[in-house]
Each structure stands twice: as C-alpha cells, then as structure tokens.
C-alpha cells in the first residue's frame, strides 16, 4: 500500500471499516479491521493522513495512530453528514470522511491529550452528582408536601428533616424513605467533596488554569473546565472564533447581500457557556469591588440595556478574554 495517501476510518466499538485513497482521490482499498488488525495494517503503511470522526474513543486512536507516523484529523460528525451518499453503511461513511477530510476548507478538531479526557470525565462525573443531588433533595420536599409539610426551597429539607419528622406522624415506612434518602444526600455531598479536592490539587499543576484564575469571575471550575477544551488555544483562529463557538451568538440566515441575524444560537457546549454566564453574573454583582476597564464598560451596558442582555455579552467578552490570556500564555491585567 505504497500509494494510499488519504485513510478514512468508521470507528466502532470492535470493528473498524477503512476507505483508502491515492493522492487523485480514486478508491484503493475497502476493509473491516478489528482493532489490533486495524494498529498492525496502519504500522505497516507509509506515512499517510488518517481521518475520522471526532466521537467516543476518537481521541485515543488520534494518540495512538500519531505515534506510528501518520497525520491525524478529527472532523466532526456534523461536517462528514453532508458527503454520505444516498443509502448508508460503515463503507460508505468511511468513504464520506476521506471526502470531508480532502476539502480545503474542512474545521477539524484538535486531538485531547490523555490529561485533557481525565479531566473531563471528571468534570462529567462532578456534573451527574450535583444532579442526582439536587434531585434527592427536590424528592424530599416532594414527599413531605404531599403530606402537608412545605419547607423552604434549598438544603433547608436536610438541616431540618430530623425535626419534621419527630414534630409529624408520618407513616413508618415514608420515616425510613426520607432518612435513606437523607443518608443518599450525605453520601453524595461527600463524593462531590472528594471530586472538588482533586480539582484543586490538578489546577494546582496546571499553569494554564492558573492564568485563567486571574480573570475576575472565573472560578476554579471553570478554569479547569476551560484548560481542558481549549487546550492551547492555537485550534482557535482568533478569540472571536472562539466566542462563537462558546457562548450565544445570533443565529445567520443571510441572503443576497441582506444580513439576516436569527434568534441566539444554542450550538457548542453548553455547560461551558452556563458557566461563563455565571462568571458574568458574579462579576456583575460583585461590580462595585471589580475596578478597571472591564467594570467601567458593564457600567455603561447597564445603563442602557436589561441585565440579562448584559449578562450574555460579558459573557461573550470574557470567552475572549479566556482565549487571549490562553494562546498568548498572559495573566488578565485590568
């Protein structure tokens, strides 16, 4: 296979289908690997770019196949759908990715580093706690309304349900329910706090999250959570292509020279763009201890437009600030 230049791979769990190309674009090879097949064949090919979608286990074959020499691309599913041929089959989707990966203009996605996905997974699981947290909570108070006893909206069902229940006759079996999810909702604050002291011995090690703590709002979570999807920043033509693809931007429809700007757009990460928002939020409550360029300029938003509109712009401006202090390795300086 000395003539392949392009490998575009369908991945999956425990097959793989390849579509090999020369440097014209006409098909070479066809074939389903399984995985240690899949390694031993790219082992043995020249040199090649090897692309596929950005997907589960995506990243490890990018690290993996790297280091046997080849040029790695990640696309996203979304920008390979366009190039699938009438009826669909792994074959056909390998060959959709070799024609998405050709195109000059083709955006692909920068491979994470095996620190980049550990912190992720635990950003992931720190995420589902806090909400089976809250839903414990929220059970609660369910459960006690239904029986007449309405609290007040927060924790406050778990400081003050040993009393509820000696102050009510609740059945005996609804008394050991609300006492097992009680000890549910201890075991989780204590899984969260076990997850929080890890994140803050890794941002401790991580110079990037560091410089990110200096940007007024930005917390511990969101630094790492931003270190670990931007990486370096350098997959990131400019800190407005950045914003775009982070926080809310108008949705464009435009035609015939007209700009059509739609409603906001809700595409990218969404749990990044809720905490920047809350960054922003912070910022805004806290303005007056905030001095600076930044909090003059959320001073003169405020006097002209709602908080909420404001909200959603500082946003925007500190998914800016975010990539400039990442890609050009800088501290936030008011």
């Given at each position: 296979m000395?003539?392949?230049?392009?490998?575009?791979?369908?991945?999956?769990k425990?097959?793989?289908?390849?579509?090999?190309?020369?440097?014209?674009?006409?098909?070479?090879?066809?074939?389903?690997?399984?995985?240690?097949?899949?390694?031993?064949?790219?082992?043995?090919?020249?040199?090649?770019?090897?692309?596929?979608?950005?997907?589960?286990?995506?990243?490890?074959?990018?690290?993996?196949?790297?280091?046997?020499?080849?040029?790695?691309?990640?696309?996203?599913?979304?920008?390979?759908?366009?190039?699938?041929?009438?009826?669909?089959?792994?074959?056909?989707?390998?060959?959709?990715i070799?024609?998405?990966?050709?195109?000059?203009?083709?955006?692909?996605?920068?491979?994470?580093?095996?620190?980049?996905?550990?912190m992720?997974?635990?950003?992931?699981?720190?995420?589902?706690?806090?909400?089976?947290?809250?839903?414990?909570?929220?059970?609660?108070h369910?459960?006690?309304?239904?029986?007449?006893?309405?609290?007040?909206?927060?924790?406050?069902?778990?400081?003050?349900?040993?009393?509820?229940?000696?102050?009510?006759?609740?059945?005996?079996?609804?008394?050991?329910?609300?006492?097992?999810?009680h000890?549910?909702?201890?075991?989780?604050?204590?899984?969260?706090?076990?997850?929080?002291?890890?994140?803050?011995?890794?941002?401790?090690?991580?110079?990037?999250?560091?410089?990110?703590?200096?940007?007024?709002?930005?917390g511990?979570?969101?630094?790492?959570?931003?270190?670990?999807?931007?990486?370096?920043?350098?997959?990131?033509?400019?800190?407005?292509?950045?914003?775009?693809?982070?926080?809310?931007?108008?949705?464009?429809?435009?035609?015939?020279?007209?700009?059509?700007?739609?409603?906001?757009s809700?595409?990218?990460?969404?749990?990044?763009?809720?905490?920047?928002?809350?960054?922003?939020?912070?910022?805004m409550?806290?303005?007056?201890?905030?001095?600076?360029?930044?909090?003059?300029?959320?001073?003169?938003?405020?006097?002209?437009?709602?908080?909420?509109?404001?909200?959603?712009?500082?946003?925007?401006?500190?998914?800016?600030i975010?990539?400039?202090?990442?890609?050009?390795?800088?501290?936030?300086?008011?």
């Amino acid at each position: 296979m000395q003539n392949v230049a392009l490998i575009g791979i369908d991945l999956g769990k425990h097959s793989f289908h390849i579509h090999c190309q020369d440097k014209q674009g006409n098909p070479l090879l066809r074939k389903k690997f399984s995985r240690t097949q899949l390694i031993h064949f790219l082992a043995t090919c020249t040199p090649s770019t090897v692309a596929f979608e950005s997907c589960a286990g995506a990243h490890f074959m990018a690290r993996t196949i790297g280091k046997l020499g080849h040029q790695v691309k990640l696309i996203s599913p979304q920008f390979v759908r366009p190039f699938v041929k009438s009826n669909k089959n792994d074959f056909i989707d390998a060959e959709a990715i070799c024609e998405a990966a050709s195109r000059p203009s083709m955006r692909f996605v920068t491979p994470r580093t095996e620190d980049q996905q550990a912190m992720a997974a635990l950003h992931r699981v720190r995420d589902s706690l806090i909400r089976e947290r809250v839903k414990t909570t929220n059970q609660i108070h369910a459960f006690l309304l239904e029986f007449g006893v309405s609290l007040p909206r927060g924790i406050t069902v778990i400081r003050r349900l040993a009393a509820v229940l000696e102050e009510n006759d609740f059945p005996a079996y609804l008394a050991r329910l609300l006492n097992r999810l009680h000890s549910h909702y201890v075991y989780l604050s204590g899984e969260i706090g076990e997850v929080d002291k890890e994140l803050k011995n890794h941002l401790a090690e991580d110079e990037t999250a560091q410089r990110l703590l200096t940007i007024p709002g930005v917390g511990p979570v969101t630094a790492s959570l931003l270190a670990t999807r931007q990486g370096d920043g350098k997959n990131y033509a400019s800190s407005r292509d950045f914003a775009a693809s982070t926080v809310r931007v108008p949705r464009q429809y435009s035609t015939g020279g007209k700009t059509t700007l739609m409603g906001i757009s809700k595409r990218g990460d969404k749990n990044l763009r809720r905490l920047l928002v809350q960054c922003a939020r912070v910022f805004m409550q806290r303005l007056e201890h905030n001095p600076g360029r930044l909090a003059e300029w959320v001073k003169r938003q405020l006097a002209s437009h709602h908080s909420n509109v404001v909200a959603c712009a500082l946003a925007n401006k500190l998914a800016r600030i975010v990539w400039a202090v990442t890609a050009h390795q800088a501290v936030f300086s008011k």
